[in-house]
């Protein structure tokens, strides 16, 4: 048997291709059934964030895990895989297994050391096992991965002072409008991203929260929490004209705020500059919204600079997660021989 990731990340492809391969939260059960039905893969699993998009596969020996997966990827999605051959990493067994580690661990993503991306990988693996998709293999595996991902935040550094996706988000509005005390903030989204965008805006000071999202007693639950506001998802459009941040992380499969939307809200503001974060994939905002006049638009892949600045901090500790890494990479293959060896027998 064969296992492999087939994948795209913030460091093969821009946001705009990214979000071409990308899969709604509401869509990754669904779809890991039918990548299942295909019939050929054994096990499946699919990752897809805003900053990558990656399938895990497991397959017989005579079937090859990576053609199957493009050939669905390329019909799911209307597009021609040739054209974006550049932007994909394929990666099989002891490699495939090794990335897995890294990924969990913080190691592979735009913040080096985030506590984001375990959830996210957690999130992935429930929804495929409430999918069937996942077996033997990748069930051993991910508990493998759980583990290691535990050890490396007990036994090194790496995560501390880590900043989050949404640190650096709140980090640039301060950077762009100073002072955050006396605006008005308006989180579009209150899943896990949106939890965290409101915890650090009212770390930095602001009083005036608004949160907006499909589920009105979702957003409640969370302004509840932080003392902020709720407000219903048919009319955050009407509320854009009051803020002065706008964040979202909706996901939808279309633009939720368009550049004829702002064009409409530029007479109320009265000038007043509009401070918009895009952190999701596919993206919320419409691209063309950011050449509009004191509107200041940026997106998951403009975080990247900050984030630069705060890679250098843990570099000292990635030697150790390696070598944590590798000792785990190698109990576990241990374990997937002797079963390789068995089933292939």
Avoid at 56 to 65: F, H, L, S, T
Avoid at 129 to 138: D, F, Q
Avoid at 309 to 315: F, H, M, P, V
Wanted: charged letters at 30%; one cysteine or more.
């Amino acid at each position: 048997m064969n296992l492999a990731v087939i994948g795209i990340n913030h460091k093969t492809a821009p946001v705009k291709i990214r979000e071409k391969f990308s899969f709604l939260p509401n869509q990754i059960i669904e779809v890991n059934r039918m990548l299942k039905r295909e019939g050929i893969l054994s096990e499946n699993l699919i990752l897809s964030t805003c900053n990558r998009m990656e399938i895990y596969a497991v397959a017989g020996q005579e079937n090859d895990c990576i053609g199957p997966v493009k050939d669905f990827l390329s019909r799911f999605h209307n597009l021609c895989l040739s054209d974006y051959e550049n932007i994909f990493y394929v990666y099989k067994d002891r490699r495939a297994i090794e990335h897995l580690f890294r990924v969990a661990a913080g190691l592979d993503s735009m913040v080096v050391g985030e506590m984001e991306i375990l959830g996210q990988v957690k999130k992935a693996y429930q929804d495929a096992r409430v999918s069937c998709s996942t077996g033997k293999i990748l069930n051993r595996l991910l508990e493998k991965v759980f583990n290691n991902a535990k050890k490396i935040r007990t036994d090194t550094s790496v995560g501390r002072g880590a900043v989050s996706v949404s640190s650096v988000a709140i980090r640039l509005a301060k950077k762009i409008l100073g002072s955050l005390s006396d605006k008005v903030a308006l989180i579009i989204g209150a899943g896990l991203v949106g939890e965290q965008l409101v915890f650090y805006l009212k770390k930095n000071g602001i009083k005036n929260i608004l949160v907006a999202n499909r589920t009105l007693e979702k957003a409640k639950i969370l302004t509840h929490k932080f003392a902020a506001t709720a407000v219903d998802f048919d009319d955050f459009r009407q509320r854009l004209g009051e803020v002065d941040i706008v964040i979202t992380s909706i996901g939808a499969p279309h633009c939720i705020i368009r550049k004829e939307d702002m064009l409409n809200l530029i007479p109320k503001r009265k000038l007043k500059p509009l401070f918009i974060i895009d952190l999701a994939v596919p993206r919320d905002v419409e691209e063309e919204v950011g050449k509009i006049d004191n509107v200041y638009l940026y997106n998951i892949d403009d975080l990247q600079k900050i984030v630069e600045q705060n890679i250098s901090l843990r570099k000292d500790e990635l030697d150790t997660c390696d070598r944590i890494i590798n000792n785990s990479c190698k109990v576990f293959m241990g374990w997937w021989l002797k079963e390789k060896t068995k089933h292939d027998a």
